[in-house]
């Protein structure tokens, strides 16, 4: 015995072609829902809130960190906002402020990724002229490991030199072979 369903006829025991398909669309649309769900989740988690994140600088007269509010660009995926603040603190804050611990002039962020709550930042050969002392050189990665941790899922920082892990700068007064976190100071 044949039955008819959706124009196409069908064995008794066999489910209709209308009833597969509309299985088929509800295991479709179940998946995009759930795929939108665990894209929004994970974007509310891992990016920045609102259009300002926090860079910091260092004092020279005491050392002490001091932030400073920058405005963000339409990113808000965590990869270019590592980026965008790694820039922004190693260019460091407004020349109006003339106690800040700046890096080295040229030295610029070659690259940043954020895996497993550590950001690694890969800076110019630049980095290396530094002339300012154990005071210059601590206060340079002080401020960028309190930029960098004040992202959210970002517990650590290691830095590279032109793509290569180095045991310190040309100073030797701080070790960066291994990631930088703020209990570093």
Request: charge should be positive; include cysteine.
């Amino acid at each position: 015995m044949s039955q008819l369903c959706g124009g196409q006829l069908s064995k008794k025991g066999e489910r209709p072609l209308l009833v597969r398909f509309a299985r088929f669309l509800s295991a479709l649309i179940l998946v995009i829902v759930v795929a939108v769900a665990v894209h929004s989740w994970l974007s509310r988690n891992t990016a920045v809130p609102g259009g300002r994140i926090t860079v910091y600088y260092v004092r020279a007269s005491n050392e002490s960190v001091v932030p400073w509010p920058v405005s963000l660009g339409p990113a808000r995926d965590i990869k270019s906002i590592a980026f965008y603040a790694a820039t922004q603190c190693v260019a460091g804050p407004p020349s109006t402020i003339a106690d800040a611990v700046r890096f080295p002039q040229g030295t610029r962020v070659l690259s940043v990724d954020v895996a497993g709550g550590t950001a690694t930042v890969d800076l110019s050969k630049d980095v290396e002229r530094m002339v300012g002392g154990s005071l210059q050189e601590s206060a340079e990665f002080k401020a960028l490991t309190w930029t960098m941790t004040a992202l959210p899922g970002v517990q650590a920082v290691q830095v590279l030199v032109d793509g290569r892990r180095v045991p310190t700068l040309p100073g030797g007064h701080l070790e960066l072979d291994e990631p930088l976190s703020r209990s570093s100071w």
